[in-house]
């Protein structure tokens, strides 16, 4: 009797360990990207992915940050790490203008706006380079794209050009300049939209000079 009851037992964990295998590849292939901390909030045991990881089915890409063996990686990876990591942040500056593809910027750090009052990231790697926003220079011009599954917060064309010259002490005014004359030689934004978020950065007299050379 006892070892009836002992081969019950054993076959309801392997159920149990299969369901949440099968559990956690489902969220891999919905998100993309996970963490050990998704799978908490799922209510699926951590060690399920550990377990696809020896089995080779799922790989690291990161500390605490994995995928699927045979997924694609995307130009935008980096990005799509950090928003993971970091899913209150939004990518500005430099590397928002490499994401527009506007420009020739090509930073190898991340750059990545948070709340002023918020905690520092702590991320080893992809290199992080963090900034502080707060009112409606942080909360407005947001878009969310799709990257690899994973929600990708960036600030639009407009909004990053502005950006660009609040901060061009920090990446100089020839990229805020060159992001300027890219997006009205392209028509990627109106000068109403420049306009708005000059006057949300605070740098109207800044930009006008040049806003009215461009047209």
């Known amino acids: 009797t006892n070892c009836r009851h002992f081969t019950i037992s054993a076959n309801s964990l392997y159920n149990i360990s299969m369901t949440n295998l099968q559990e956690t590849l489902d969220l891999l292939h919905q998100s993309g990207v996970v963490r050990p901390q998704d799978l908490r909030a799922q209510g699926i045991a951590p060690t399920s992915l550990y377990q696809l990881y020896r089995q080779g089915k799922v790989i690291r ?11 694609s990686f995307t130009e935008h990876h980096s990005l799509v790490e950090i ?3 970091v899913p209150h942040g939004c990518i500005c500056l430099l ?3 490499h994401f527009h593809t506007l420009g020739t910027q090509n930073p190898f750090e991340v750059w990545l706006a948070i709340d002023r009052k918020a905690r520092r990231p702590r991320v080893a790697y992809p ?10 220079a942080l909360h407005e011009g947001i878009e969310e794209h799709q990257i690899e599954g994973v929600t990708v917060r960036v600030y639009s064309i407009a909004k990053t050009v502005a950006d660009c010259f609040k901060y061009r002490n920090k990446i100089g005014l020839d990229v805020a300049l060159e992001a300027l004359r890219a997006c009205r030689t392209e ?3 109106t000068h109403q939209e420049l306009w708005h978020y000059a006057q949300i950065n605070r740098v109207t007299h800044v930009m006008k000079p040049y806003l009215e050379a461009i047209g």
Not at 61 to 71: D, F, M, V
Not at 127 to 136: D, K, T, Y
């Open 127 to 136: 290199p992080l380079r963090v900034l502080r926003f707060s009112g409606a």
């Open 83 to 85: 928003c993971k990591r």
């Open 61 to 71: 890409t990161s500390r605490g940050i994995y995928t699927l063996a045979h997924t």
């Open 187 to 189: 028509r990627r934004c």
């Open 95 to 97: 590397s928002a203008l």
